[in-house]
């Protein structure tokens, strides 16, 4: 992530251009700029020095390009908006792009549930990250009827220091105050490295079975037929594998016909519509489709 | 106020003895309880907080929250003011202005000034128990929807589960608000 002013700052973009890198976000607000930059790992001194000449800060964003769900059991102020709104914000610095998500019936302990619906919208996602309560037997009992039916990573921090679940954070739980202290941090960092181990595992998947196209790629190629409007906000949001575009009803068509390479982007991937926010791409695998070359 | 939570895992009592206090602050309360309870058996979802209510302060009179200069009332604790106008309009009609947000002009007899100055602005026991309820309602997890309430002169005890309540937890109930000094009361649904 670059930080800095504007002055300038677009020879910083030119740069990233020249080097086949991609800007994933880009905010100027007033005299300040803010930019999520992808680039090759070998042109990193490049940027940097590029960075400093600029009068900017470079800062690693390791979980870049990845959209989490914070799920919570309720939107009730007993779950929000602490600690929830504090997770979703700490891994926003870290450079995730994340959604929250309250259940309809996720409160209690026997009566907890989740509906097919939520659930679909979930697993729309990169991963989810379920922010529960104090009570080790509730967790205990919650957690694997939440959770392990996922067919996405998931993560989940709760209050007992130690439970026996599958990437579970302890420590956190009920909260009526905003996680500012030192140790909040701390406890904040430890559970943003246990999240990227459990998105690493997602990442060495698709490393193995690489895409068809790199997501960042696609989103230059929809860029240039539909062009952000201004003002919006993240119009197109990257997936690790695959995109959320937002655009009107009428402009699938003109997706589906968008050219990556020597192939349309409706053949290497599956385009629907998001039961949540604008149209899901999701680009399939070299193996299934072929090179697009 | 005095917080106590049992029942439940060293770090959920010190977890909710922390929910107890910032709520009760929160909404004003902390200084008007004198103790409050807590017993969580989360293997059973069975939770009974009783809360007992100690001094409460006396009513607000117009002479606590105004200042007079001659035919002007300056309010000191603008807190107060709306109540404070809505009362006065209703009582004394147009002998009653708003000269500026803080300033209040009157045209009033001296012998009827004394009663004035006695009118009850806000009583804060008008609104205790919504309060104290609100304050519970909060504290208690979410998910336990089945209530119990055992109320008593000095205060208030409830027993919350997302299951039928059975007979020993009342009971339990009992045992709290006898612990607590508190006269049983009946008990509603």
């Known amino acids: 992530m670059f930080t800095g002013g504007v002055y300038k700052f677009h020879e910083l973009k030119e740069v990233i251009e020249d080097i086949g890198g991609f800007v994933l976000q880009e905010m100027v607000m007033q005299t300040e700029t803010m930019m999520h930059l992808a680039f090759p790992e070998e042109e990193e001194r490049r940027i940097r020095d590029k960075a400093k000449e600029l009068g900017g800060k470079l800062k690693d964003l390791p979980l870049a390009g990845a959209e989490i769900m914070i799920v919570v059991p309720s939107l009730g102020k007993h779950h929000a908006v602490y600690p929830m709104c504090d997770i979703a914000e700490f891994l926003r610095r870290k450079g995730a792009i994340t959604n929250m998500m309250g259940l309809a019936r996720g409160v209690g302990k026997r009566i907890a549930q989740m509906t097919v619906q939520e659930k679909a919208i979930i697993e729309e996602c990169d991963a989810a990250v379920f922010v529960l309560g104090d009570f080790k037997e509730c967790i205990e009992e919650k957690a694997p009827k939440l959770c392990e039916s996922l067919n996405v990573p998931y993560m989940i921090v709760g209050g007992p220091p130690d439970l026996d679940l599958p990437h579970y954070v302890g420590g956190v739980g009920r909260r009526t105050r905003r996680m500012n202290r030192k140790a909040d941090i701390d406890k904040l960092e430890e559970m943003t490295a246990e999240f990227k181990e459990v998105l690493g595992g997602r990442i060495e998947e698709i490393e193995e079975d690489p895409l068809a196209a790199s997501p960042l790629f696609v989103k230059e190629m929809i860029e240039m037929t539909l062009p952000p409007k201004a003002g919006e906000e993240l119009p197109v949001v990257i997936h690790l594998d695959g995109l959320r575009v937002k655009i009107e009803e009428g402009d699938e068509g003109k997706i589906r016909d968008i050219e990556i390479g020597k192939r349309k982007l409706s053949e290497i991937s599956e385009i629907k519509k998001s039961l949540y926010e604008g149209y899901l791409v999701k680009i399939l695998t070299e193996a299934v489709t072929g090179g697009i070359f | ?189």
Not at chain 2, 22 to 50: P, T
Not at chain 2, 127 to 132: G, I, K, S
Not at chain 2, 157 to 182: D, G, L, P, R
Request: proline residues 4%.
């Open chain 2, 1 to 189: 106020m005095d917080v106590k939570v049992e029942g439940g895992d060293e770090f959920a009592n010190a977890s909710y003895e922390k929910i107890c206090d910032d709520i009760f602050r929160d909404i004003g309360l902390r200084s008007n309880i004198d103790r409050a309870y807590m017993y969580c058996n989360a293997a059973e979802h069975v939770f009974i907080i009783s809360v007992k209510i100690g001094r409460v302060p006396s009513p607000v009179k117009v002479w606590d929250v105004t200042q007079r200069e001659g035919d002007k009332l300056r309010i000191t604790d603008e807190k107060y003011a709306p109540k404070l106008l809505a009362l006065m309009w209703d009582k004394y009609g147009d002998r009653v202005q708003q000269i500026s947000r803080l300033v209040i002009g009157f045209e009033l007899k001296e012998e009827e000034i004394p009663d004035f100055n006695d009118l009850i602005v806000y009583d804060p026991r008008e609104d205790l128990n919504t309060r104290v309820l609100d304050g519970i309602d909060r504290i208690l997890p979410e998910g336990a929807r089945v209530r119990y309430p055992m109320p008593s002169t000095e205060g208030i005890t409830i027993i919350a589960s997302e299951n039928q309540i059975a007979e020993e937890w009342k009971e339990k109930a009992k045992e709290v608000m006898s612990k607590m000094e508190m006269t049983s009361g009946e008990g509603g649904t």
